[in-house]
Structure formats: structure tokens, C-alpha cells
């Protein structure tokens, strides 16, 4: 009875340390390449993911108010909580970073803001600041919505792009 108790409590600590948790922090330090993507795409877009393809992406927020964030998983879908709380003596706006840690492949993220879904007004990957840049530099669009309406599939959906 000894043996199966101390059995079973090995496989228990060896399957809890082989999987990672869903998990979102803030960002403290900020990888170079990551900041070489966020100075491309700039401040305008209220949130931002950017996928580094390894199980782990970038979620960043853009705004002047004081931000919470929280994730959790709802079958095969990540929930992206957002919760914002105006902040009247700054006027001006931060980014402010997450890492998400992801521990499964999972079909569809799911974005709140205060309790109402929202969509992610961008959605790449670090490599892609290299397109960005050669588009930028050979096309001069005449205002920020036409940059983003070129990186959407016109059909509402935000897609990824591949580096």
C-alpha cells in the first residue's frame, strides 16, 4: 500500500512539472525585437498581439487609464480579461505589456474589455515588422486606417500573419 501511495504521488508531481499553465504577466523588460515590432506598428491601436510563434505571444495595450489583466481557458478557447479603470490625472498614454504563456493549442482567444468582448485591432507576428517597414517605405498611405485595413481579410476577422 506504501509503495502504490509513493507511486502515485511521483506521477503526480512528474505530470504536474511536464505541463506549463496558461499564464499572462506583465512585461518588466521588453526584448529588442519586440520593441523594434511595437516602434513600427506605434500607439494608435488600442490592443495588439504579436505571436512569436512559441507558444508564447505579446499582448499589448495602449491607453492613458490603469489596466488589469487576467486570462483563463473556456474549452478550447483562451479568455483575455481587460479590466480598465479611469485614470483622470494621466493624459498620457503607456503601453503596457503582457506576455501570454499558453499551455495547449486552443482553437479561438477571446478578448473583454470590462466584461464586453472586443476585437484585437491588431494581429501579427515579431518577423512581420520586416514587411511592415518594406510596405511602409514603397506605399504611402494617406492615414493610419488604410495600414490597418491592409493587414485585415476584409471580412471582419482578424487574421495572423506568418512570418
Known sequence: ?????????????????CNPTLAITEVKSVPKDLQETLNVLGMEDYV??????????YIVINTKDTVTVSVESKEDAIVINIDE????NDE???QHI???TVDANYEYIYLYKNGE???????????WQKEIAATERTEQPTDRNAKVTDRNSGDG???????
Open 1 to 17: 500500500m506504501r509503495k502504490l501511495l509513493i507511486v502515485l504521488l511521483c506521477s503526480i508531481i512528474v505530470l504536474s512539472a
Open 48 to 57: 495588439q498581439m504579436i505571436n512569436n510563434g512559441e507558444k508564447r505571444s
Open 85 to 88: 479603470v479611469e485614470n483622470q
Open 92 to 94: 498620457v498614454i503607456k
Open 98 to 100: 503582457y506576455k501570454l
Open 117 to 127: 468582448q472586443i476585437p484585437f485591432n491588431i494581429v501579427g507576428a515579431k518577423e
Open 157 to 163: 476577422k482578424q487574421g495572423l500573419i506568418d512570418g
